[in-house]
C-alpha cells in the first residue's frame, strides 16, 4: 500500500514543492501515516486527506485527514 498526500476539494495527489497531480502513480510516497500527516500540515492548502492506494486493486482507504497551513490571503498575495 501507497500512503500519500491527497487534496480533499481538487482530489490531486502531492508532488512536493507545492506542486500536485491528478496521477495517483506520480504522488508522492510517504513510508509511514505519521510523516505524510506532518508534511500535509506544512502545505499551503485547505483540507487534505492521507490516503493509502493499494495498486493491485486500485482502491483508496482514507487513513487520516486534517488541515494544512492554509491558502495566502489575496492581499499577501498581491503584496
Not at 7 to 26: D, I, M, P, Q, Y
Request: proline share 5%; no cysteine; charged share 25%.
Amino acid at each position: 500500500m501507497n500512503i500519500l498526500i491527497e487534496h480533499a476539494e481538487s482530489l490531486e495527489f502531492f508532488l512536493g514543492e507545492g506542486r500536485w497531480t491528478k496521477n495517483v502513480t506520480e504522488g508522492r510516497r510517504y513510508p509511514r501515516t505519521e510523516l505524510a500527516l506532518r508534511a500535509a500540515k506544512q502545505e499551503p492548502i485547505g483540507t487534505f486527506n492521507i490516503v493509502g492506494h493499494i495498486p493491485a486493486t486500485g482502491q483508496f482507504v482514507n487513513l487520516n485527514h486534517g488541515r494544512g497551513k492554509g491558502l495566502p490571503k489575496a492581499d499577501e498575495v498581491a503584496a
